[in-house]
T-cell receptor, first 111, second 117 residues
Framework: DAKTTQPPSMDCAEGRAANLPCNHS???????VYWYRQIHSQGPQYIIH???NNETNEMASLIITEDRKSSTLILPHATLRDTAVYYC????????????FGAGTRLTVKP | AAGVIQSPRHLIKEKRETATLKCYPI?????VYWYQQGPGQDPQFLIS???????DKGSIPDRFSAQQFSDYHSELNMSSLELGDSALYFC????????????????FGEGSRLTVL
């Protein structure tokens, strides 16, 4: 069973915030939420991860609901170069079971 | 900054042939991962190594094998190639922290595109 559910596709206007949702209702207490993205045919790129507190870095912000059953990745000012497939992955941080990519969200940033 | 280096970038083989892909991790990274991405599909985890030992195993076919060497580079060997093996193969690396386990921040190479005719 998939641990996460994401919409298959989303559009966003250039310069606006892109909010990408992810449902992970069966997340365990020791599991983190990771976000990666893949720009066409390039290797996936790590974006951010978090446990329960909101996180922010130079690329994005991650908002995790209090019950941890869902999260939102926010790209504050989307550019055309942010067009990519975004993957939400749930995994224990220190874990020998490695990253498994499921079906992500194809974000298209439009001018 | 140095990134993950994969070679060759492109490879064309015939059915039933053998292919070897190489991966050079970021300096000081001790863990490598292999992923396969078929056309229009999401990356599928194949196998990983930490300190030259297999760490985790995913959907790697029996025809494939991999290893990590003392300099931490890794090679993915694919034998009896089939048309369905045509894909992008990504290698990623990371630095293990706690008791050999990783934080989940993987750095990916640009991939090797294998075409089987």
């Amino acid at each position: 069973d998939a641990k996460t559910t994401q919409p298959p596709s989303m559009d966003c206007a250039e310069g606006r915030a892109a909010n990408l949702p992810c449902n992970h209702s069966t997340i365990s207490g020791n599991e983190y939420v990771y976000w990666y993205r893949q720009i066409h045919s390039q290797g996936p790129q790590y974006i951010i991860h978090g446990l329960k507190n909101n996180e922010t870095n130079e690329m994005a912000s991650l908002i995790i609901t209090e019950d941890r059953k869902s999260s939102t990745l926010i790209l504050p000012h989307a550019t055309l170069r942010d067009t990519a497939v975004y993957y939400c992955i749930v995994r224990a941080q220190y874990n020998n079971n490695d990253m498994r990519f499921g079906a992500g969200t194809r974000l298209t940033v439009k001018p | 900054a140095a990134g993950v280096i994969q070679s060759p970038r492109h490879l064309i083989k015939e059915k039933r042939e053998t292919a070897t892909l190489k991966c050079y991790p970021i300096p000081r990274h001790d863990t490598v991962y292999w992923y396969q991405q078929g056309p229009g599909q999401d990356p599928q985890f194949l196998i990983s190594f930490y300190e030259k030992m297999q760490s985790d195993k995913g959907s790697i076919p029996d025809r494939f094998s991999a290893q990590q060497f003392s300099d931490y580079h890794s090679e993915l060997n694919m034998s009896s190639l089939e048309l369905g093996d045509s894909a992008l193969y990504f290698c990623a690396s990371s630095l293990a922290t706690l008791r050999g386990r990783n934080t989940g921040e993987l750095f990916f190479g640009e991939g090797s595109r294998l075409t089987v005719l």
